[in-house]
């Protein structure tokens, strides 16, 4: 019995009893977190990104047999399925800060509820443009349309989430196409189309095996699959013409994995751990000969001085070398802002002065910022400070100049938000960093997801990207997606590899998010099209 004949049609439903009703339901459901699920581990476990191709084969399978609010309910448990599963360790989070695990179950409650709004929307969708069209236009041109609107409505319902996320500064969707960032020949598309030509690819894909299965059309997946392979050869072009190590001159960087436990009151004998952590990385510092060290975020946890004990010790320690430094550190709370302290990134020169510096634009709501009523009551407070205090936002996103390039830096989650990288390259970044600080990230698939977006970044900006994080996973990645060199958890180690400085623009940096734009434009047409053509038809049979 195939699929389709062991799912009775909506229609079928006359004269069926309710539990029968029910049980299809609840298949209905499981199917759809098992999607949500499939999505949240593909982005997550490197070793499984190829289920990011099928991952949302079942939430397909069972939408064309349910009716619109159904089809809302079953999409709203698989988006707070894929939220409840990728963003598990959000609690854990939140209670290594110093909050409660009631404030981090809320949070989570509160992510699992926006992802799921944002999957119920695009099942919602699904069914009410099949209902409107399905009388209208014959099976073979039904058939199309689903296969094209059907990527196109999850990119634009993707993009209108991911940016209402960069506007309030909280934890970022993370794409379906961030899946895939293991595999450099499957991300080139990131380049043209940002994540969003990637996400695109995967659903088209998913939709064609769930058409072929469900209907009946081996044609619709032959169609999907040739268009799979032609991406495939487009990545594969793109990265034989750019061979590892192609640039302007080489920069020998050093980034600082220190592994320094998580914090709460800095007095002296915690300053001496912190110093040491950072000092016994002198010998592997030496032998890189690095021209650029850089540092993780909040390295330095108190207010930086040019004659900090910490960085006169350090740039003593590498005197014969003479390499400029990339510090994150804690310092007052940025001109113009009422928080309690600041996360800037510093240049330091060889000889201790500071020449630049860069404070955090993005804080975390909630965790970093926000309300203080709000973020007392969720007991929410950074654990490198020995009070209760918020991190103030920086008003200026400028690259930072350098002796050795100009560098975009981007801090922690703000490696979240694509709108960011576009700026700094359009601004004249040559080269991007990202220091953040993962200790109070207490799962392997957190530390996955965000060097995993790291990678994406790199090949939309089309920069050398370098990620400096305090526990894990630091790493180089070239502007095409390619990892030179990456660490394991938890691991005190000092990684060396060679950065290029670059100046073109990739066609995502020139035009934006013209591909989710236009994905958004044309569900638009779409839905006027559905919504209209049968009163237009009614009209002209008066």
């Not at 209402?164 to 970022?172: G, L, N, P, Q, T």
């Not at 650029?292 to 108190?302: D, I, Y």
């Not at 330091?348 to 970093?368: H, M, N, S």
């Amino acid at each position: 019995m195939s699929f389709r004949e062991w799912i009775p049609k909506p229609e079928a439903e006359e004269g069926r009893s309710a539990s029968w009703t029910r049980r299809r339901m609840i298949l209905a459901l499981v199917a759809g977190a098992l999607s949500g699920a499939l999505a949240a581990i593909a982005c997550s476990v490197p070793a499984l990104c190829w289920l990011g191709w099928i991952a949302l084969v079942p939430l397909l399978l069972v939408l064309p047999q349910e009716r619109g609010r159904n089809s809302a309910l079953v999409g709203l448990v698989s988006g707070a399925s894929m939220a409840a599963v990728m963003l598990h360790w959000v609690p854990l989070a939140v209670a290594a800060m110093g909050g409660s695990w009631l404030g981090g179950a809320s949070a989570l409650t509160a992510l699992a509820v926006c992802w799921g709004g944002q999957v119920a929307a695009f099942a919602w969708a699904i069914s009410w443009l099949r209902k409107r069209l399905r009388k209208s236009l014959s099976a073979r041109a039904m058939t199309v349309v689903t296969l094209v609107v059907t990527p196109a409505l999850w990119i634009a319902l993707e993009y209108t989430f991911t940016s209402w996320c960069a506007w309030a500064s909280v934890i970022c969707y993370i794409a379906l196409g961030c899946s895939q960032w293991p595999l450099p020949v499957m991300i080139q598309s990131a380049a043209w189309g940002g994540m969003y030509g990637l996400s695109f690819m995967l659903v088209l894909f998913s939709a064609g095996i769930a058409l072929a299965v469900g209907k009946r059309k081996p044609w619709v997946l032959a169609i999907s699959t040739g268009a799979a392979l032609l991406f495939v050869l487009a990545g594969w072009w793109r990265l034989s013409r750019n061979a590892a190590g192609s640039g302007d001159r080489p920069v020998r960087v050093a980034l600082l994995q220190a592994n320094v436990r998580s914090i709460r009151n800095i007095d002296k004998q915690a300053a001496g751990y912190v110093a040491n952590c950072h000092l016994k990385l002198l010998p592997e510092i030496r032998k890189a000969r690095p021209e650029l060290v850089v540092w993780s975020e909040g390295a330095v946890p108190w207010v930086i001085r040019e004659d900090d004990d910490l960085v006169r010790c350090m740039i003593t320690g590498l005197r014969p070398l003479e390499p400029c430094h990339l510090v994150g550190a804690i310092s007052e709370a940025p001109p113009g802002s009422e928080a309690a302290i600041g996360a800037p990134a510093y240049v330091l020169l060889p000889d201790g002065r500071i020449t630049d510096q860069y404070y955090k634009t993005r804080p975390v709501l909630f965790a970093e910022t926000g309300p203080r009523s709000l973020g007392k009551w969720l007991r929410v407070r950074l654990s490198t400070v020995g009070e209760k205090g918020l991190v103030g936002a920086g008003h200026r996103l400028e690259p930072l100049r350098s002796p050795v390039g100009t560098v975009g830096v981007v801090i922690c989650n703000e490696i979240l938000y694509p709108d960011m990288g576009r700026t700094l390259v359009r601004k004249g970044a040559e080269i991007m960093a990202n220091m953040a600080n993962g200790v109070r990230l207490k799962s392997r698939w957190a530390r996955n997801q965000l060097f995993g977006v790291s990678v994406l970044r790199a090949v939309e900006t089309g920069r050398d990207t370098m990620v400096a994080n305090n526990s894990g996973i630091s790493g180089v990645i070239d502007a095409f997606g390619r990892v030179k060199v990456r660490s394991e958890p938890l691991d005190r180690v000092c990684l060396a590899a060679d950065v290029h400085r670059r100046e073109g623009r990739t066609a995502y940096v020139s035009g934006g998010d013209w591909f989710a734009w236009t994905c958004l434009l044309g569900c638009l047409a779409a839905f006027a099209c559905a919504w209209g053509r049968p009163r237009l038809t009614a009209w002209a049979r008066r």
